[in-house]
């Protein structure tokens, strides 16, 4: 997705990951789980094809889903999932901004204040 809007294909699904608003890749850039040095050998990947991640988005305008398996967000620990649902939502509020306002950004300008700071 970097520089054209167009091409980047989830490596789950194998569709194009058509807004900077679906990806997950973008997602955990913003949060500072990718460092932006490698950000642009990463595969791209819609966030309902990554419900590992995406069980954390609690946000009006995401459909809520669950991932099965040892790290189902019911079996967690509460607290932990407290925080994860914070930072994970954030993310996602962050990368809905972008999408309508990325044209005056750059990829530097993208993460949560204070992200960048810990890549420097
Ligand atoms: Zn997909």
Known sequence: MAKCDEGYLCEVCGEPVEKLGDSAL???YVI???DPETLHTRR???L???PSLSQFIDHESF???FFEGDFDRRQLDPGFVRERVELVTSGYERIQQLQLRRKDL???DYPLPGVMDRWR
Do not use: S
């Open 26 to 28: 973008y997602l955990q």
């Open 32 to 34: 500072g789980w990718i």
């Open 44 to 46: 791209e990947c819609h």
């Open 48 to 50: 309902r094809c990554l």
């Open 63 to 65: 459909a809520p889903l």
């Open 106 to 108: 750059t990829v530097e």
